[in-house]
Nanobody, 125 residues
């Protein structure tokens, strides 16, 4: 099972930006769909963004579309989430995830096989 480690979370004012990164422990990670989920206090974990194995297809939750960008570097085994124009409602623990299914299938649910421990993002108003 692929191990994932996130970094880049923190405290930012509304309207600011953060760049979250996720590194995988194994080279096989390059063959997995990658994505980001988040969970706010008292709420269920929700999908944020996903990217296909080649990086050619991306999927976003409506709430972040136009503000967040997901990208990947298969040579470095990393996936990145650039979060711009942050809002207080973006406050959550953000989780990196990986799954062997295609991105077109995987983004529809949270049954991904590998998860990171999460990184806290707090947006102050």
């Amino acid at each position: 099972q692929v191990q994932l480690v996130e970094s880049g979370g923190g405290l930012v004012q509304a309207g600011g930006s953060l760049r979250l990164s996720c590194a995988a422990s194994e080279r096989t990670f390059s063959y997995y769909t990658k994505g980001w989920f988040r969970q706010a206090p008292g709420k269920e974990r929700e999908f944020v963004a996903a990217i296909s194995r080649s990086g050619g297809s991306t999927y976003y939750a409506d709430s972040v579309k136009g503000r967040f960008t997901i990208s990947r570097d298969n040579a470095k085994n990393t996936v990145t989430l650039q979060a711009n124009s942050l809002k207080p409602e973006d406050t959550a623990v953000y989780y990196c995830a990986a799954d062997p299914r295609t991105a077109a299938d995987a983004y529809r649910d949270s049954r991904w096989v590998s998860w990171g421990q999460g990184t806290q993002v707090t947006v102050s108003s």
